[in-house]
């Protein structure tokens, strides 16, 4: 499951940083979105599509994203949301009553604030008139918060969005076993002590051992880490490219924030402690360090390591969207449009992370695109081997002809 | 040969010398070179490690054959004469097979045991000095390691499985009534214990890959790969291939290290079995329970004991000494004779003769949500066929669909199934009381009550809904499918599926054609069958067909011995003795008193007097009392649920004491009892082939084994015949005619066969 959104810029240089999920910061190309100039599209002379609206993006800001288990690790999920909330209504001073609908992705859950959306919203000083609602699609749960957003924009129900997405994995909902719960519910219910004491009498040492969130797909019960290590095995992607490209990803990354191009991050003071300015997981070393890590998840002889792969992060993001027509009624200079998008989906267990290498061409030709009319490309992976793995598959006339019904790659 | 030596010498230029150093070219030019030269094995090299690889021509799995056996000494002799081979990885080129054992063919042309013995140790010297290489040899197992293949893999230093299910690593000898004749009985104990040993080369269980880490058989684990720039299995086995030789450089450095560490409860085991004592013991407790359990029939399982236990005892010297011989005596003998045949007729009884079916069966519908019907459905949804359950009655449907999800549920149990698989699979299933969905149906089977006018109603119901190309499979024992089909429409899509019960536990499917089924129909039905995983006998038309109808006498001859006053127990263990699963009288409260009837007064009414000899008054009565056997609690044995020992049904005395004969003398010893029940078994299996209900003995010999458990060490009723003896059937047969009559009359095939004892069933 995946999905690439497409989107033409307007003639801005920079774009909107809106981050599409937690992780892979570090691993995304995201410099040479910056380095393109003004792009045209070459093929079309617009993506307009007749009788839809357009959709814009006013603005989008995240917080500074942290190694989990580091200065966030005693905030909750909606305390992040909020805090992305706040930042974008100071950076766009929307008044907040024009705000339609608030969306929000996430995967793993607090269950204390299950619709994680409102809580923040409601936080962050939103009117409590707006509605909202949290979406979930593992690791591109906020890309679906945007595109449910794009679908309400364009279906006329709403003209003014916010669609962001929020992640704490230092804490994660870890529950009583299944036997405790029921023991425990059983009890809420029983009347008299004798009931009770006969309820208590049923229960054995192993009720208290500790029920903890999936890490992996329920489906095939593999970790996404061991998927992407099969995966690069699968498509002959070495130890060398992955450190190679993950070096790449670091390298840039730490340029773009040492350039101060990362401007859509807004500092967060948390409670108590510093305020935090900058993104920690940024950390650019060397092929020979990274060479010595031993392998992560298929051990001893896989390939995926702590370096080569994103680490579990902390963090949120907002966005504004609009219907184009709002946004310049409103005068704003809006960063972007949002023309399409795609979700697929393949299966879980072999093709768990290929998700790149079917969406791409397909979003391309639903635009009516080619490579030829892209200047950069951003995917959001945790893995590099993933990543390298779907350029090879894309690159691959056998694999497009065997797995993706398509004559040529 | 000539070409492999050639290599040889030509890797002694210096020019040759250099360009290995540089580790490009080698693999490639040794490798095509060598393929030249060897038909079973070829071998190329990657940096200093050398890939050997195993390719049988012109068969889907690896063999050990002669011809294998003498490569693969040449090519190791080559790598260990070699400088620039540090190590050895092991492969096979063929996905799903590693080795799958030695070439039984090759045992069974063997006159002597001699000849087997020396194959044995020719083996045995092989592995040894594999096991003895100072150059690692890594064996890369991918699918079925079993007999040989083990034993070969075990020999080498390091093991290194994928973790599929086609990898199931094992020492099945034994259920060919030998045991692992190349150092298998020596190298197990060693490395997996003494118990896990025992284990494995008395039931010849396969192992899987996961199984296999834990116990020690393989050092390492590579998960199978979905599809890259290559289909999934090929780059796999490449996998594979790249993760083995990384450890086979890893070990020639000594950077890895081939010992395993061993967990707590190992060394415990390991140390307790350093006192000569607990040895013992253990050796006592193996030999009780296989005495037990084979009640002296089989010879293999005491030898292996034997074996194992001179290893131990006595040095490996004399464990290899004795390991050939006993290989070689037990390779002579009949049981394994046997146990080779009945290999042979399942492999037989797993190809459709009928070719490739116009249509593939994509939907299934059946009829009936009883034991049958849901059994039916289990073993097909678990196949990813979409299946239609349909009964009458909502109890009825919601009772068989229990039955299928407490099936797939077992197998969660046991870790076969993910529980998301399992309900994965259960969504194949449809249950439902009306009609709908029939019209997309391929085929329709239909396990109803055994009762005609009930069949035929079903029959015109379902013929009303289905579409023209639909198959009509009727689920019956005993009743005649071309009455059955006497209302079709369509008589030539109408045939006999007859499964048997327990459905996802008995191997066998026995399906029946009418002159009227067409050839398609009858290849769609094969395909089905094996699809659901059944071994498959297809035979004519006629009252009981073949299964049925070979049981009816013997059961017949069960009533008279009960009549005779032998008591129930006492026939249980005078059957069981013989070889057979289950006793007599349990058959039949496990089959139903009212089937047995029911089928006795059919087949009685078709064959006369022939199928006489019991009296159907004694089924009748406990019918009628209730006594149903296993299904009404109570038939000759009480059955409670949860209570495993079985006590006699008391209330049954006086019905056989109603129905009481005398026995007559001459006939009535245990042998004679265990003989005047298989003798008539026999005879009517042996007419069935005269008559053209069978086509094949083998086909014959496996419905037997595999549908009515006659006993595996004898074959089955036609390979019995052949190794006892034709002329001594027909003796007995006549001896017993002489008491009670023409129900022991022996048939003309069998007098035949008597009468020159050249003519075999199997030649």
Not at chain 2, 194 to 223: C, H, S, W, Y
Not at chain 2, 248 to 257: C, E, F, M, R, V
Not at chain 2, 647 to 662: C, Q, R, T
Request: net charge positive; glycine share 8%; aromatic share 6%.
């Amino acid at each position: 499951m995946t999905t690439i959104l497409t989107y033409s810029f307007k003639n801005l240089p920079s774009t909107s940083k809106w981050a599409l999920r937690f992780s892979l910061r570090p691993l995304s190309c995201s410099s040479q979105l910056r380095a393109a100039p003004a792009v045209q599209t070459k093929s079309k002379k617009t993506l307009a599509k007749p009788n839809i609206r357009n959709i814009v993006v006013v603005d989008g800001v995240r917080t500074p994203f942290l190694l989990s288990g580091t200065s966030y690790k005693d905030l909750m999920p909606h305390d992040l949301a909020r805090a992305a909330l706040t930042g974008l209504l100071h950076r766009t001073n929307v008044p907040k009553e024009v705000v339609d609908y608030i969306i929000f992705g996430t995967v793993i859950q607090e269950v204390k604030t299950s619709n994680v959306a409102r809580e923040a919203a409601l936080g962050a000083g939103f009117s409590d008139k707006t509605p909202a609602h949290t979406v979930t699609m593992a690791c591109i749960s906020a890309n679906q918060a945007m595109t449910t957003g794009v679908g309400l924009l364009t279906s006329g129900q709403c003209d003014v969005i916010v669609a962001g997405g929020v992640e704490l994995m230092s804490d994660v909902p870890i529950r009583h076993s299944r036997k405790m719960r029921k023991m425990m519910l059983d009890l809420n219910k029983a009347k008299t002590l004798g009931q009770r004491l006969s309820l208590l009498s049923k229960f054995r040492l192993n009720f208290l051992s500790p029920e903890l969130p999936a890490v992996a797909e329920f489906s095939t019960s593999e970790t996404m880490g061991h998927s992407a290590d099969r995966l690069a095995a699968a498509f002959a992607v070495s130890r060398l490219e992955q450190d190679e490209y993950a070096l790449r990803s670091h390298s840039l990354a730490k340029k773009a924030q040492d350039e101060g191009l990362l401007s859509d991050v807004v500092p967060f003071s948390v409670p108590g402690k510093d305020t935090i300015t900058k993104d920690n997981g940024i950390r650019p070393s060397s092929l020979e360090q990274m060479a010595k890590l031993k392998p992560a998840f298929i051990k001893p002889y896989g390939t995926v390591t702590a370096a080569n792969s994103s680490f579990l992060t902390d963090g949120a993001s907002a966005m504004l969207i609009m219907a184009e027509e709002k946004a310049l009624a409103m005068g704003y200079k809006p960063k972007a449009y949002l023309r399409d998008f795609m979700y697929v989906s393949q299966d879980p267990k072999d093709q768990l992370l290929l998700g790149p290498t079917y969406a791409t061409p397909k979003v391309l030709e639903k635009a009516g695109l080619t490579m030829n009319d892209i200047d950069a490309f951003e995917f959001h992976e945790a893995f590099s081997g993933q990543i390298l793995a779907n350029f090879k598959a894309m690159d691959s006339d056998w694999f497009a002809q065997n797995h993706m019904g398509r004559k040529t790659k | 040969m000539v070409a492999s030596r050639a290599i040889g010498s030509l890797s002694r230029f210096p020019v040759l010398r250099i360009l290995r150093s540089r580790g490009y070219i080698c693999r490639s030019f040794t490798g095509s070179s060598a393929l030249l030269a060897r038909s079973h094995i070829n071998y190329g090299v990657k940096g200093d490690v050398a890939v050997v690889r195993i390719n049988s021509p012109n068969s889907k799995v690896n063999t050990l054959t002669k011809e294998l056996h003498l490569e693969f000494v040449e090519v190791m002799n080559e790598i260990w004469a070699s400088d620039q081979i540090r190590s050895a990885v092991l492969i096979s080129s063929k996905p799903g097979c590693f080795v799958a054992g030695a070439d039984i063919n090759m045992l069974a042309a063997c006159k002597t045991p001699q000849e087997v013995v020396q194959i044995s140790q020719e083996a045995q010297r092989t592995f040894e000095k594999l096991e003895k290489s100072t150059k690692p040899v890594v064996a890369a197992i991918s699918g079925s390691c079993l007999g040989g293949g083990l034993e070969l893999a075990i020999s080498c230093q390091y093991r290194i499985a994928t973790k599929d299910r086609k990898t199931v690593l094992g020492t099945p000898e034994v259920l060919l009534g030998l045991l692992p004749g190349a150092g298998g009985t020596q190298r197990l104990p060693k490395m997996v214990g003494v118990p896990a040993a025992f284990d494995m080369i008395l039931t010849g269980r396969n192992i899987r890959a996961d199984r296999a880490k834990k116990m020690g058989l393989v050092d390492q684990l590579v998960e199978p790969l979905g599809p890259g720039l290559k289909p999934a299995e090929e780059r796999t086995i490449e996998y594979l291939e790249e993760v083995a030789v990384s450890f086979a450089k890893g070990l020639a450095d000594k950077t890895i290290s081939p010992k395993r560490d061993k967990g707590l409860m190992e060394k415990l085991t390991a140390y307790a079995l350093t006192i000569p004592f607990v040895r013992q013991q253990i050796y006592k407790k193996v030999e009780e329970k296989v005495r037990k359990q084979t009640k002296g029939l089989y010879p293999a399982p005491l030898k292996i004991i034997d074996v194992v236990k001179t290893g131990i005892e006595q040095g490996t010297d004399a464990g290899y000494l004795s390991e050939s011989q006993k290989f070689g005596e037990l390779a002579m003998t009949k049981e394994s004779k046997a146990l080779m045949g009945l290999y042979h007729g399942q492999v037989l009884c797993k190809k459709n003769k009928f070719g490739v079916p116009q249509k593939e069966v994509k939907n299934l519908a059946i009829l009936g949500a009883g034991l049958m019907g849901a059994g039916i459905a289990q073993v097909s949804v678990d196949k990813g066929l979409k299946t239609i359950l349909k009964d009458a009655t909502l109890p009825g449907l919601g009772r068989g669909q229990q039955q299928v999800f407490k099936g797939l549920n077992d197998k969660v149990k046991k870790k076969a199934l993910t529980s998301f698989e399992r309900d994965a699979i259960f969504s194949n299933l449809t249950g439902q009381l009306d009609y709908q969905g029939f019209e997309k149906a391929d085929m329709v089977i239909e396990a109803v009550f055994e009762d005609l006018s009930l069949k035929h109603r079903v029959l015109k119901e379902v013929e009303a809904v289905i579409p023209d190309h639909c198959v009509f499979a009727s689920n019956t024992s005993a009743l005649p499918i071309s009455e059955i089909a006497a209302v079709s429409k369509r008589p030539e899509k109408v045939i006999g599926m007859h499964y048997f019960s327990p459905v996802d536990k008995m191997q066998l499917l026995e399906i029946i054609t009418t002159q009227k089924t067409s050839k398609d129909t009858t290849a769609s039905a094969v395909a089905i069958g094996l699809k659901q995983g059944k071994v498959i006998i297809v035979v004519k038309d006629g009252p009981g067909f073949y299964t049925t109808r070979c049981l009816a006498p013997m059961m017949s001859e069960v009533i008279r011995i009960l009549q005779e006053e032998v008591d129930p127990k006492k026939l249980d263990s005078l059957t069981t003795s013989f070889g057979f699963p289950v006793g007599a009288a349990t058959l039949v409260d496990e089959v139903g008193v009212d089937v047995a009837k029911h089928v006795a007064e059919d087949l009685g009414k078709a064959f006369g007097e022939r199928f006489g000899g019991g009296s159907l008054e004694l089924l009748t009565q406990m019918v009628s009392k209730g006594f149903l056997g296993r299904k009404s609690g109570k038939g000759f044995y009480i059955y409670q649920e949860g209570v495993k020992s079985k006590n006699l049904n008391s209330d049954m005395d006086s019905i056989l004491a109603s129905l009481k004969m005398p026995p007559k003398s001459e006939v009535s010893s245990d042998e004679d009892i265990q003989y005047r029940l298989v003798t008539r078994f026999v005879n009517e299996a042996v007419m069935c082939l005269q008559e053209g209900i069978l086509a094949t003995p083998a086909e014959g010999d496996i419905g037997a084994v595999f549908g009515l458990g006659f006993p595996p060490c004898l074959g089955g009723p036609f390979r019995f015949v052949d190794l006892y003896g034709a002329q001594k059937v027909v003796d007995r047969l006549k001896k017993y005619e002489a008491a009670y009559g023409n129900q022991f009359t022996p048939c003309q095939l069998l007098i035949d066969h008597a009468a020159s004892p050249s003519k075999k069933f199997y030649q």
